[in-house]
């Protein structure tokens, strides 16, 4: 039985607007682009049918909450709880981020290069005590799953909190150290989806022990604004628009491709067309696809608004070889493998596909790839598409949040969907996820509704 978490952040606060850090202190409140925003969300998710709510109880967060609440027909029950509570940074609270840099700059920089490391000295009654945020909110964040999901189980729930929480929240779930605290990231009244299967035992190197799926992440379509999150302050680096090719007719029948190179369908082409739509006012400074049909026709399609963007192919961004799986229906692949099919949902790093590959191989081709495309886009900051497959993407965004092979179905691609990954530092600094599996421009609301195939 599978537990959907819908996960907002709160809308714009006013500390939010004047770039101070709020932490636990509850003397921001929502401002009135945060009370819109709010509605907004309440809106987009008015047509899902939630057995709960869970809010903390900082002002910030209850004020969205109940916003969102009151906007569905049915009253879901609202709970308050401190396990919800925002990052605890005593030493920081209501400064600006320009004045923590000047005060604390030794600190600052520990915060963003090693935030499992950083740690604040408060003196209390019984002496000095060390306080490490991020350990502590990841701990948090583990004992609220403990606590929530095995009371509700089958059921959809939401979640409305803070950006360092909810960044715990889906790092604790999917498996995404303390260290790469700042590799993803949340914006005001984003919604984030995931999915979960029992059983729900806490772990703190592989999420949450059974099936963990991050369906989405950072969706801000509804407030109608900006088409992808804001740059942060001071980018210096690339934006990626990792993108999944259109769907195939294969995929629609569940059978799997591999290498063999199916063309896209009537609607693979229909969501590359959305795709581009979504994407026409974004300046794409380059493109790069896999060779195969289909990634390279969803490439053409959306490049069709950016005639003077140049696509380059390259060969490590192709599809898993399935080698004797391809072409066959899980059925027959049971018939022929047994058992096989269920060690590559279970241990996908362990499975050696016959005459075909494994996911090292794949991740060996399509990351050095991957580098050499990011380091011929270096002399500015750009934003440039790379159009691969369900497996190759998935591989990809493991690199990038500092994951294994193991971890490879913790995240979902549908197809024609958009992920954001930037590099705020160019290559010497860690890559963000920005947003993942975008599939609003598709027509499914907040759920992706594409396919959901074989590879």
């Not at 934003?383 to 092979?405: E, P, Y």
Request: glycine share 8%.
């Amino acid at each position: 039985m599978t537990t959907r978490v819908v996960i907002v952040r709160h809308g714009q606060s006013s500390y939010n607007a004047e770039r101070r850090i709020q932490g636990r202190s509850d003397v921001s409140v929502l401002t009135e682009q945060g009370r819109e925003d709010a509605l907004k969300v309440g809106a987009a998710l008015s047509n899902l049918n939630f057995a709960a709510i869970y809010s903390s109880p900082l002002q910030r967060a209850r004020q969205t909450a109940e916003i969102v609440r009151n906007c569905f027909a049915t009253t879901t029950p609202l709970t308050v709880t401190e396990q919800l509570l925002e990052i605890d940074l005593p030493l920081w609270e209501k400064l600006t981020v320009h004045e923590v840099k000047e005060k604390f700059p030794t600190d600052y920089r520990l915060w963003h290069e090693f935030p499992h490391e950083f740690k604040m000295e408060l003196q209390t009654p019984q002496g000095t005590k060390e306080h490490f945020p991020v350990l502590a909110l990841y701990q948090q964040a583990r004992q609220f799953w403990q606590d929530i999901l095995s009371r509700h189980a089958g059921e959809t729930i939401l979640i409305v909190g803070h950006n360092g929480i909810n960044r715990a929240l889906l790092s604790t779930a999917i498996g995404i150290s303390p260290s790469r605290y700042h590799s993803i990231q949340q914006s005001n009244c984003g919604i984030s989806v995931l999915n979960f299967k029992p059983p729900f035992p806490p772990s703190e190197s592989q999420g949450q022990g059974g099936f963990v799926q991050l369906e989405s992440m950072n969706q801000l379509a509804h407030l109608g604004r900006d088409v992808l999150p804001s740059f942060r302050p001071n980018h210096q680096g690339q934006r990626i628009l990792l993108i999944r090719h259109g769907e195939t007719e294969w995929n629609r029948q569940t059978k799997f491709q591999g290498q063999i190179d199916v063309p896209l369908n009537d609607n693979g082409r229909e969501q590359a067309r959305k795709a581009a739509e979504f994407l026409k006012t974004v300046k794409l400074d380059f493109a790069f696809s896999s060779p195969m049909l289909r990634p390279k026709e969803t490439a053409e399609i959306i490049l069709q608004h950016h005639p003077e963007t140049q696509l380059k192919l390259y060969d490590g961004l192709r599809e898993i070889g399935h080698g004797l799986w391809e072409g066959k229906l899980e059925a027959e692949i049971e018939q022929t493998f047994p058992g096989e099919l269920e060690r590559w949902r279970t241990v996908p790093g362990e499975v050696q596909m016959p005459e075909g590959e494994n996911l090292q191989q794949v991740w060996e081709r399509s990351v050095v790839d991957w580098q050499t495309m990011l380091a011929s886009v270096t002399d500015r900051p750009q934003t440039g598409i790379v159009v691969a497959h369900d497996a190759t993407n998935k591989v990809l965004l493991c690199h990038v949040l500092g994951l294994s092979t193991a971890q490879f179905w913790n995240f979902r691609q549908g197809n024609g969907a958009v992920t954001v990954i930037d590099y705020p530092q160019g290559l010497n600094g860690l890559p963000v996820l920005q947003a993942m599996n975008i599939t609003t421009h598709l027509g499914g609301g907040v759920l992706d509704k594409t396919a959901a195939g074989a590879l």
